[in-house]
């Protein structure tokens, strides 16, 4: 996230960010004075969108959701631009390596001709200057190889660093597509692969279905056993959508509650019978208070399932699933309802 803000301008829009930090009972740290102050300024429309959600949902912007749009909207870009220098580093120091090797095999190969003439050369007698010259020359040629080599081994050294660096790179671009509390993809992550699949979907006219799924009453969850049970129903739901899923679909964390399933080569009747086995799963986990034996309430789920048609936007498909999922729990919850 970039600030172009002066002092002035940014100092007004801290005054802004603190009372609604206290309204609203957020934690002063860093990553929520990141967040509210991207709220304020409206640089990110989104992010202010995702943080009204919140609050209207939760009185409040949780832990979890928050920990997902700093993530999301703030360290995005420092990520997607490091990936950005790892790739030119390396190009550059493969190309270097590339043109190295190519002057040594230039020397290596002068060295040989002055070789061959000096043969030549010592068959008469009469030209011992030459000879000296020539000796002299390809000594000269012989410090140039070595330097070379070195030079060359520095390079690969510094080859191997940005190979170790493009690996640690890769493990914090793998860990920023992760849900934290959840360790399932996050809403990050669902974005770039509902894009990926869309387009394979496109050029293999293969089918593409969509589950976004709300555990219901999670609020009242939360309400009557606490915040740190409620994580526990969200880890546990993950779990679940991890199992079913892991060879067959892309299960994310949506935000809050909400949590989206992408299915790529299946249709909707095909989608609709994998909602169905997960809700039936669903209603039968048994899940204890922490720290205590202690069942809570049952636990139950409502989906919305849609197949991606033809040239549609990835917005309109998720408010396709969403309008059926809205439409599942205006017919009593607990019921998965495919989209028209």
């Known amino acids: 996230m970039k600030y172009?803000?002066?002092?002035?301008?940014?100092?007004?829009?801290?005054?802004?960010?603190?009372?609604?930090?206290?309204?609203?009972?957020?934690q002063p740290n860093p990553r929520n004075f990141a967040l509210w102050y991207g709220y304020v300024s409206k640089s990110k429309p989104d992010l202010i969108k995702e943080l009204d959600n919140a609050i209207q949902k939760h009185d409040t912007c949780p832990p979890n959701i928050s920990a997902d749009l700093f993530?999301?909207?703030?360290?995005?870009?420092?990520?997607?631009?490091s990936n950005d220098i790892r790739e030119q580093i390396?190009?550059?120091v493969s190309s270097l390596s590339e043109k190295t090797g190519k002057t040594i095999n230039d020397e290596h190969n002068y060295e040989d001709l002055l070789n061959?003439?000096?043969?030549?050369?010592?068959?008469?007698?009469?030209?011992?200057?030459?000879?000296?010259?020539?000796h002299s020359l390809i000594e000269h040629t012989r410090q140039a190889t070595v330097i070379a080599e070195?030079?060359?081994?520095?390079?690969?050294?510094?080859?191997?660093?940005i190979e170790s660096l493009r690996r640690d790179l890769k493990e914090l671009s793998h860990e920023a597509s992760l849900d934290p509390l959840t360790q399932i993809h996050n809403r990050r992550a669902f974005d770039k692969e509902l894009q990926r699949l869309m387009s394979e979907a496109h050029t293999q006219q293969s089918p593409l279905s969509l589950i976004i799924t709300d555990i219901d009453h999670f609020k009242k969850c939360n309400d009557t056993y606490g915040h740190v049970t409620g994580d526990k129903v969200l880890q546990s739901f993950a779990k679940v959508l991890s199992g079913l899923f892991h060879e067959n679909g892309f299960p994310a964390?949506?935000?809050?509650?909400e949590f989206v399933i992408l299915l790529p080569n299946h249709n909707i009747e095909s989608a609709m019978k994998l909602a169905e086995q997960l809700r039936k799963t669903v209603?039968?986990?048994?899940?204890?208070?922490?720290?205590?034996?202690?069942?809570?309430?049952q636990i139950t789920t409502s989906l919305g399932v849609a197949q991606w048609q033809p040239l549609e936007t990835a917005s309109s498909i998720i408010s396709r699933a969403d309008s059926a999922l809205y439409q599942a729990k205006e017919n009593g919850r607990n019921k998965a309802l495919s989209a028209a």
Not at 120 to 127: A, I, N, P, S, V
Not at 283 to 297: A, C, H, L, N
């Open 116 to 134: 061959q003439n000096l043969s030549l050369l010592q068959q008469d007698t009469g030209k011992s200057n030459i000879e000296n010259v020539v």
């Open 253 to 257: 964390r949506y935000g809050g509650e």
């Open 150 to 161: 070195d030079f060359r081994g520095e390079i690969s050294k510094a080859h191997s660093e």
């Open 4 to 26: 172009p803000e002066d002092a002035t301008q940014a100092a007004h829009y801290l005054r802004e960010a603190i009372p609604l930090m206290v309204k609203y009972n957020i």
């Open 71 to 81: 993530r999301r909207y703030i360290i995005d870009e420092e990520v997607d631009f």
């Open 283 to 297: 209603e039968t986990m048994k899940i204890k208070k922490r720290g205590s034996d202690e069942q809570i309430d």
């Open 90 to 92: 390396a190009d550059i």
